[in-house]
T-cell receptor, first 116, second 112 residues
């Protein structure tokens, strides 16, 4: 199965600053997904990142706040811009499973972000 | 009404107990049903998966889907302290890159 390395694992940031989260996959994948996991809430899809095209954002998420890069088939970044305490959350990248079953995702370990 | 409802717990059981975790959903078009396990400071990992209705057993774990009631369950037999984690149900309309819809997760503690 694909192995996902996500960095940083955690960070404490000042409000108004930005943080870029990196996601590296050990195999080439077409699509990468970014999720947010807020305390006491379900995982929410932020956007889908296709290599070579603009990311597709879900309702409630905008590119200015969460710009995404996807320079190649094994790497993606998510930036959380102009942070506020409401952005404190766990951010997870994921890819479609490369083994059976062919549904559901493989997730990275997540980035635990605290904004103060 | 949220698309997927899951009691967040926490649920605390003694070692060896049978654990029952449940989710209800509102969209009858969901076809693929999954349970993820998430340990502290880790990403979710796929634990059980079922297509459409029915039961599936894997060791101490059994997943059940009742599409007529829009209700899915995960049973853990002979629970162990290592089962202590958050369990998230998830479902999707299709396979491949179809987005998942998650429940909030149930935090389980198995006490030795």
């Amino acid at each position: 199965s694909a192995v996902i390395s996500q960095k940083p694992s955690r960070d404490i940031c000042q409000r108004g600053t930005s943080l870029t989260i990196q996601c590296q996959v050990d195999s080439q994948v077409t699509m990468m997904f970014w999720y947010r996991q807020q305390p006491g809430q379900s995982l929410t899809l932020i956007a889908t990142a296709n290599q070579g095209s603009e990311a597709t954002y879900e309702s409630g998420f905008v590119i200015d706040k969460f710009p995404i890069s996807r320079p190649n088939l094994t790497f993606s970044t998510l930036t959380v811009s102009n942070m506020s305490p409401e952005d404190s959350s766990i951010y997870l990248c994921s890819v479609t499973r490369t083994e059976q079953p062919n549904y559901g995702y493989t997730f990275g370990s997540g980035t635990r972000l605290t904004v103060v | 009404q949220k698309e997927v409802e899951q009691d967040p717990g926490p649920l605390s059981v003694p070692e060896g107990a049978i654990v029952s975790l449940n989710c209800t959903y509102s969209n009858s078009a969901f076809q693929y049903f999954m349970w993820y396990r998430q340990y502290s400071r880790k990403g979710p990992e796929l634990l059980m998966y079922t297509y459409s209705s029915g039961n599936k057993e894997d060791g101490r774990f059994t997943a059940q889907v009742d599409k007529s009631s829009k209700y899915i369950s995960l049973f853990i037999r002979d629970s162990q302290p290592s089962d202590s984690a958050t369990y998230l149900c998830a479902m999707s309309l299709g396979s491949g890159n179809t987005p998942l819809v998650f429940g909030k997760g149930t935090r389980l503690s198995v006490i030795a």
